[in-house]
């Protein structure tokens, strides 16, 4: 609303009304006409309307108020553009005609709309005359004869013009302008003057349109042009009164408007991201030429429709489909927003798309709809997919590789202190101290498979609460035994204890500190730190999950990491080191994960680097993990039940049993050992315990076979034993109904201090 409507209205500024509604201030007799008057707007129509309203400040007055359409380059309405003018003076001029004609003539010579008084009765006796001919179609009988236009023009009588009409086509007095009549209305009026002639030949008694005029000085305007007939006498015959109302900045405003839309949907046709703008009802309200290519649909048919229909070929909002929305998160937030989808095209294959939403206010900061672009990365997803296959590719070589290399290094020292035993047989010393070597190196193999084990998806802790310093202490202390590094440790007085396996985390540390004495081939300083840490926070990662965290970090001055790196870090066997075989640091990534926390690392060249684990602190009190001490001897023998799959398994424990004074019985799967255990409760010579192989290929587990011993016996002792540790049955073996757990592989001592414990009960 410009300034002249602001002043009719009697608003100080547009803030007072914009996003308001002016049907209230119209006067109650004429709402319903004005109501007609917008649907028929929205409908496609042009209208007029004089009615009466009431101001802001409680003056009341008359206006005439003429609304349009305002199209898109599509031609579909999405607006409209109301010209008002002020016309209580008019309304009091036409009132005045009535009553007193010196009162009119003097509202007619003030008004700021040019007035023109006309005599129509030479006009109307021609219409009079072809009606009586028998022409009804007026249309077309003016269509067919254009000289009869003009030959009703100049049967219009101009009987006084106002002092507005002379400053509007810019003449020095009426006689100067009457007489260059014919340069103001331009061959461009014809068409106008045409459609005024039918209506007032069809009885019209007023009529409206537009047309191009020109001043006397050769300037183009445009104009508003109102024919009102008047009541008049005999005497005065049939009068008419014409405002004209100088509308050319109107027009050029809606031309500018019209460019400035047209070089705005050039420009949104011409990217090839598609573009929405969407209402809170999640409709769009317009859209370029690449969303609707991506959707399959013509640009005239997405308007209007919900944005979750056509992206999404579904009839719920994609967040009701567990999606993120991010139109949604703008009108929640008022806050960009950008996610990632999956959309069907119009073909039906999957594209990957980015969305990125962007809110659009009023001037009381309300969001009023979103703008949302959404590119499509398919194949940029695509590819991004194969390069991660051949990373994982390279990943699984190189872990193969490495396996190869330490075991092939292991089993040169197993097999060759075994061959040298059997060459000095008879030097029992020496045969023996080359057996302890072997021993020696199947440990080592042993260690690498745990590795292995815990850098899989294996490796679950057996958890119980613990301080972390003494395992932060002892850990740097032996990682470093024998190095030319020196190492601080500075902890919080009041360090919070954490849930954790504290083998696992002392490994963790020992490979972190290792890995930074490495870094440090010239010696110096690595300092260890460990404090309590509140998530989120100032300096923590982004996506660490809220709550209490022990911090431990481990910072050294060595050589740095590349940059490129330290996304690989954490691969197996992946390390730039002389020193190390890379699985270190990828065993201590998934020990953290599997306890719930997060390591982290920054590092710049030639600085050092620093190394940050979190663990979840302590927050309830839970089951420790019950320590098989080590027994000397049990109070008793027993008979004793084992149950594995794999001969060799059956026949070494069996050896080892026979050794520790034990009574054996053997079954290759559950089935078996439930019948032997049923067979033995009969007969009245019932096993004292079991131990049962977690995984039996083909057959009945270790936890399966339990279930159903527990129900023959519900006193059965049973051990769990297995080669692997991913399953929860070996670190929450007592919830599961087990007295302890064997790990594989185990020697006679580790098997004698379990059958010695709960032998012993």
Request: charged share 25%; hydrophobic share 40%; with cysteine.
């Amino acid at each position: 609303m410009n300034r002249a409507g602001l002043d009719m209205i009697q608003a100080s500024s547009l803030d007072q009304v914009q996003g308001g509604c002016v049907y209230p201030m119209v006067a109650e007799e004429h709402r319903e006409a004005f109501k007609a008057l917008v649907l028929d707007v929205f409908q496609g129509k042009s209208g007029t309307l004089e009615f009466m309203m009431t101001g802001l400040k409680g003056r009341p007055c008359w206006l005439y108020t003429q609304t349009v359409p305002m199209y898109n380059d599509r031609g579909e309405i999405i607006s409209s553009l109301s010209v008002t003018v002020d016309i209580t003076e008019r309304k009091k001029a036409e009132e005045a005609l009535f009553r007193s004609e010196e009162r009119y003539r003097s509202l007619f010579e003030d008004s700021p709309i040019s007035l023109w008084e006309e005599d129509f009765t030479g006009l109307q006796e021609y219409f009079t005359a072809l009606r009586s001919s028998g022409i009804t179609d007026f249309r077309a009988y003016f269509a067919a004869h254009p000289e009869e236009v003009y030959r009703c023009i100049g049967l219009v009588r101009i009987i006084s013009l106002n002092k507005a009409t002379l400053g509007l086509y810019e003449a020095s007095d009426q006689p100067n302008l009457l007489q260059d009549l014919s340069r103001v209305f331009t061959e461009q009026s014809f068409e106008s003057f045409r459609e005024i002639m039918v209506a007032l030949a069809e009885g019209a008694r007023t009529y409206e349109c537009e047309a191009v005029n020109q001043t006397l000085t050769g300037r183009k305007i445009n104009v508003l042009l109102r024919w009102s007939l008047l009541p008049g006498t005999a005497e005065q015959g049939s009068r008419a009164l014409l405002s004209i109302v100088d509308i050319t900045d109107r027009k050029e405003a809606e031309e500018k408007l019209r460019r400035s839309e047209e070089f705005i949907r050039s420009i949104l046709d011409t990217v090839d991201e598609g573009f929405i703008v969407i209402d809170r009802d999640f409709r769009i309200l317009t859209a370029n030429k690449a969303y609707c290519s991506q959707v399959g649909e013509s640009c005239d048919s997405v308007i209007g429709r919900h944005c979750y229909e056509l992206s999404h070929k579904t009839f719920r909002p994609c967040y009701e489909e567990g999606e993120e929305c991010a139109v949604r998160y703008v009108f929640d937030t008022g806050e960009p927003h950008t996610a990632l989808h999956k959309h069907p095209d119009a073909k039906g294959s999957l594209l990957y798309v980015e969305t990125k939403a962007f809110p659009i206010k009023d001037s009381t900061g309300a969001v009023t709809s979103v703008i949302e672009t959404i590119n499509n990365i398919t194949e940029k997803h695509l590819l991004e997919e194969e390069q991660l296959k051949t990373q994982k590719l390279e990943a699984i070589g190189a872990l193969a590789g490495g396996i190869a290399h330490d075991f092939n290094n292991l089993l040169q020292g197993v097999f060759g202190y075994i061959s040298m035993a059997k060459m000095t047989l008879d030097q029992k010393e020496r045969s023996l101290a080359m057996l302890e070597q072997a021993e020696k190196a199947l440990h080592m193999s042993v260690n690498l498979t745990t590795q292995l084990l815990t850098f899989s998806k294996g490796g679950k802790p057996l958890k119980k609460q613990i301080s972390l310093r003494p395992v932060i202490e002892n850990s740097a202390m032996f990682a470093l035994s024998g190095s030319s590094v020196d190492y601080r440790i500075r902890f919080d007085e009041d360090l919070w204890s954490v849930n954790a396996d504290e083998g696992q985390i002392g490994q963790v540390v020992q490979n972190i500190v290792l890995n930074a004495d490495q870094a440090m081939p010239a010696g110096g300083t690595i300092e260890i730190a460990a404090k309590n840490v509140y998530a989120p926070g100032k300096g923590l990662p982004a996506f660490l999950a809220d709550g209490k965290y022990v911090e431990i970090s481990v910072k050294d001055t060595g050589i740095g990491i590349p940059e490129q790196y330290i996304p690989r870090l954490f691969d197996p066997y992946f390390t730039t080191k002389e020193k190390g075989s890379g699985l270190g640091l990828a065993t201590s990534y998934s020990i953290i994960k599997n306890h719930g926390g997060l390591i982290d690392v920054k590092s710049q060249l030639g600085k050092g680097s620093v190394f940050l684990v979190y663990l979840p602190a302590h927050e309830t009190e839970e089951k420790g993990v019950r320590h098989i001490p080590a027994s000397a001897d049990a109070a008793r023998k027993g008979r004793v039940l084992v149950m594995d799959d794999e001969e060799l398994i059956r026949n070494i424990v069996g050896i080892m049993l026979r050794a520790l004074g034990h009574d054996a019985e053997f079954a290759e799967n559950g089935e078996e050992a439930i019948a032997k255990y049923r067979e033995a409760l009969s007969t009245g010579r019932r096993f004292d315990i079991v131990i049962l192989d977690l995984t039996v290929r083909g057959g009945m587990g270790g936890e399966e076979t339990l279930h159903e011993l527990l129900e023959l016996d519900p006193g059965v002792k049973a051990v769990v034993s297995s080669g692997y540790a991913d399953s929860s049955a070996i670190s929450e073996y007592e919830s599961r109904g087990f007295s302890a757990c064997l790990a594989k592989p185990y020697e006679a001592e580790a098997l004698r201090a379990i059958l010695n414990e709960l032998l012993k009960d």
